[in-house]
């Protein structure tokens, strides 16, 4: 009978236990960071427009889409559906809160929610009317929202879904659609309203969307104030063909106004909803500063888009089957506009840095670093 000697069998011996160890402890390892992961990590979950929309408009019939070259050529070397040269200032927020990139929630194959979910779509507004048809209103992404809760529930349990829904974080940008609508459409449903009687309709739409996700178990929100209108490249050939004038002036006040009701409304449930947190970032006086002086930080042109046709690049009109002729700029990163009224990458990353760490701007606002790591 052959014996084998003990020096073998003790190395193998030791080989065994050492493999199991060695497995052991990167289980371990895994086990803890997932662990860490979910304990650490707020979800982020986004409202709002094109500004925001990582490709939900794919999905749906609308002529509203960014899914065709040059779009997404810088950073994803694809179109995405998202309305710029590469990221958006949500993917910039996802990427500092070490969250992976949020899809788009009408993504055929996407049903894990516990980092959170994109609703935006391009074209949206606060206000129901505005784009009907073309996009998913704020009433219709709230829907989807509280589907998403109640999934978290029936995956999770009710008392770790109710813990990662007011952990999270709720993003918005809406109203600018709701505005532009007044001068790009022929429509009359709203020209009975007074600016003011305007702005507080969509004023009052964002308010009652933030109580109903709040309702669900929201805590944190984080808002930017609306873009200037007046001098965006489609602004501008929107007012020398309509108005005869070189900006669309006209639409300021309806912006200006709605920056300051909002502001004063997150105050208002900053007072009455318990455990209610915000952030208002200044993406108005952000986005002007860098069109009146573009050299200052770090571009050449901040009135004319990279992409687009006839004046200022001001046509929407950016690749896709229907442009048959359009111009692409040769250096995108010099350019605040990437099309007709879409920022650019590096302006969405300047935005987010300044927006993420910032000494937060009005009383009673935090910066979006802070809102990710309140409990």
């Not at 996407?110 to 074209?123: P, R, W």
């Not at 009052?204 to 929201?218: A, D, L, Q, R, T």
């Not at 006839?310 to 111009?327: L, T, V």
């Not at 010099?334 to 990458?345: C, G, M, N, P, Q």
């Amino acid at each position: 009978m052959h014996h084998m000697p003990l020096m073998s069998k003790l190395s193998i011996h030791n080989a065994s236990t050492c493999l199991f160890m060695i497995f052991f402890i990167s289980l371990v390892i895994r086990t803890k960071c997932a662990c860490d992961q979910t304990k650490n990590a707020a979800a982020l979950f986004v409202f709002g427009d094109s500004l925001f929309d990582p490709g939900n408009n794919n999905y749906f019939n609308t002529p509203a889409r960014a899914n065709y070259f040059p779009y997404g050529e810088t950073f994803f070397k694809y179109p995405t559906g998202r309305f710029s040269n590469g990221r958006l200032i949500p993917d910039f927020v996802a990427e500092y809160a070490k969250l992976p990139l949020i899809p788009p929630y009408l993504h055929p194959g996407y049903v894990d929610f516990t980092s959170g979910a994109n609703f935006a779509s391009a074209g949206a507004g606060a206000l129901i009317e505005t784009h009907q048809g073309i996009a998913l209103s704020l009433r219709t992404q709230v829907g989807y929202f509280k589907n998403v809760s109640r999934l978290l529930r029936l995956k999770l349990g009710d008392a770790v879904a109710i813990t990662l829904l007011s952990r999270a974080v709720y993003l918005f940008n809406v109203g600018i659609n709701d505005y532009m609508s007044l001068f790009n459409s022929n429509s009359t449903t709203f020209s009975s309203f007074s600016t003011k009687e305007f702005v507080g309709m969509v004023i009052g739409n964002i308010s009652s969307v933030i109580e109903e996700i709040y309702e669900v178990g929201g805590r944190k929100f984080g808002f930017q104030t609306v873009r200037p209108i007046a001098c965006a490249p489609n602004s501008r050939v929107l007012a020398e063909g309509k108005y005869n004038e070189s900006c669309l002036d006209q639409g300021t006040p309806f912006v200006l106004l709605h920056n300051i009701q909002l502001s004063k409304l997150l105050k208002k449930l900053n007072t009455q909803l318990k455990g209610f947190k915000y952030s208002l970032n200044d993406y108005n006086t952000f986005l002007q500063e860098r069109m009146d002086h573009p050299s200052k930080y770090g571009f050449k042109e901040g009135m004319v888009g990279c992409c687009g046709s006839g004046p200022y690049q001001g046509i929407f009109n950016c690749g896709g089957k229907r442009a048959k002729e359009y111009f692409l700029c040769g250096n995108v990163s010099e350019y605040v506009f990437f099309d007709s009224s879409h920022s650019t990458e590096r302006v969405y990353q300047q935005f987010t840095e300044q927006t993420w760490s910032k000494e937060p701007s009005p009383k009673g606002s935090y910066n979006l670093r802070e809102l990710f790591t309140f409990n």
